[in-house]
């Protein structure tokens, strides 16, 4: 059974750096095709794809954010790492991570989320 | 990027309709498309995966077609548990989503 869990600060202020770890079980990110990415959706918004990583290390970012994200894994911990510098209050968002079971299919299995408020 | 145009924003309906959203992509992602449903307070769900193929275990009433910049999510009749947000996702570079969809009971 896969199952992913968010875990991080609730609260960040303005400035500072986002710090989110996703823990998994159910899969290995070294199982070739496999990806685990972040999502994130501000209070009542859409959907917004932010960031993965591939069993092989590739890593991809959205366009728009990339100067500001850093995705990395441990394998031997069964977590993914996401970071993203400069928080701003549009940045508050529920954040997810999601398993990806490879490069031609969807998210299939998502965490819970994690709301990020950022506020000073 | 590739921008993910969702229409209609908000789509009002009966149990028992046919209904369909469509996803446009600025440029074309050949059949990398995947379709979510999302209800309030919970994680999407994926529902399709390249544009066409269902996931296991969603109902046969889900369908996705399309390829290129146009694609289509139609529910052949709704049921009480399919009112909900949908979303479509490409991911033929890096990826994105759409601006969502909200079914709702007429």
């Known amino acids: 059974q896969i199952t992913l869990k968010e875990s991080g600060p609730t609260l960040v202020k303005p400035t500072q750096t986002l710090t989110l770890t996703c823990t998994f079980s159910g899969f290995s990110l070294s199982t070739s095709g496999v990806g685990v990415g972040w999502i994130r959706q501000p209070p009542g918004k859409a959907l917004e794809w932010l960031a993965l990583?591939?069993?092989?290390?590739?890593?991809r970012y959205s366009p728009s954010l990339k100067s500001r994200l850093t995705i990395t894994k441990d394998t031997s911990k069964n977590q993914v790492v996401f970071t993203m510098t400069n928080m701003d209050p549009v940045d508050t968002a529920t954040y997810y991570c999601a398993h990806r079971r490879y490069i031609t299919t969807g998210f299939d299995y998502w965490g819970q989320g994690a709301l990020v408020t950022v506020s000073s | 990027d590739i921008q993910m145009t969702q229409s209609p924003s908000t789509l009002s309906a009966s149990v028992g309709d046919r209904v369909t959203i469509t996803c446009r992509a600025s440029?074309?992602?050949?059949?990398?498309l995947a379709w979510y449903q999302q209800k309030p307070g919970t994680a999407p769900k994926v529902l399709i995966h390249e544009a066409s193929t269902l996931e296991t275990g969603v109902p046969s009433r889900f369908s996705g077609s399309g390829s290129g910049t146009e694609f289509n999510l139609t529910i052949s009749s709704l049921q009480p548990d399919d009112f909900a947000t949908y979303y479509c996702?490409?991911?033929?570079?890096?990826?994105?989503f759409g601006q969502g969809t909200k079914l709702e009971i007429k």
């Open positions: 440029q074309s992602i050949s059949s990398w």
């Open positions: 990583i591939y069993w092989d290390d590739d890593k």
């Open positions: 996702q490409q991911y033929n570079s890096h990826s994105s």
